[in-house]
């Protein structure tokens, strides 16, 4: 299994470097609709979500998406307005009110979980595509890390209740990773990061990658599941890869948004 995961990351990484770095961003929207659309399928296969609520949060997924991509400013409005949209669908679909709440929650979650944290990494590619990779070797770093820090020194757990095989150890690992990787990229890949600004930035991500894996450990310990899917041989999936990444990329928004670091001095 371990053997398996080295080769298909060996495949899939040259790729999708190259597929970030020299393809024009409209490429990155089409990525990242098709991902979305794997993962929320995924998360609604957890919580047996069929049926116009299944068909219609997808469709939604692709609008939330597709609006952030025109204008940032629009995430929220168009968010806002698939949420309305999801609860007048149940209201006409089921005439019963009984168990609105539990039929509503998880599709609507769905959303906000996934396409509406994606949306993003949009504007992350906007300030040129070097950030998309920043990111994800941040936090693919961060749970590389984690995992072998975990496996190699880890004894006390993290959060046995809703991870078991987290643990301490591999937490100070994920943020160690992220604050490593971070300072080698602003050295190699992003000079506009001061080593300060790279160090502190690695360790938000870091520890954010530790929060995203567990907020889906959270879903998939409730759904009674392993993986969220199997697409990816040895690595589970669509949600399994990109848990991380779906809170790491907000923080990263975020943080180079108020500081301007992106658009240099």
Known sequence: ?????????????????????YLPPRFFLFLLLGVSSIAITEFYSMYHVKGILKYACLFLGLIV??????????????????????????????????????DISPPILGLLYIPALLAFQIQIRELG?????????????????????????????????VSPNKTIAGAVGSI?????????????????????????????IGATTIIGDLVESMFKRDAGIKDSGVIIPGHGGILDKIDG?????P?????????GIAHGP
Do not use: N
Not at 137 to 161: C, E, P, Q
Not at 245 to 249: I, P, Q, Y
Not at 251 to 259: G, H, I, N, P
């Open 176 to 204: 160690a990773g992220g604050a490593l990787c971070s300072l080698f990229l602003s050295y190699a890949f992003i000079q506009l990061l001061s080593p300060s600004s790279a160090f502190i930035i690695g360790i938000m």
């Open 65 to 102: 998406l597709g609006f952030s991509y025109l204008s940032m400013e629009l995430l929220f409005a168009v968010t806002a307005t698939s949420v309305m949209t999801v609860m007048s669908i149940r209201l006409f679909s089921k005439k019963d009110p009984l168990s609105s709440l539990q």
């Open 251 to 259: 923080v990263l928004y975020f943080l180079l948004s108020f500081t």
């Open 129 to 161: 595509p070097e950030w998309i990779i920043f990111l994800y070797a941040l936090v693919w770093t961060s749970d590389s890390v984690a995992y072998y820090a975990g496996k190699g020194f880890g004894k006390r757990r993290l959060y046995s209740a």
């Open 245 to 249: 990444v779906l809170f790491g990329g």
């Open 1 to 21: 299994m371990h053997f398996k995961r080295l080769i298909v990351a060996a495949i899939l990484l040259p790729l999708f470097y190259l597929y970030i770095m």
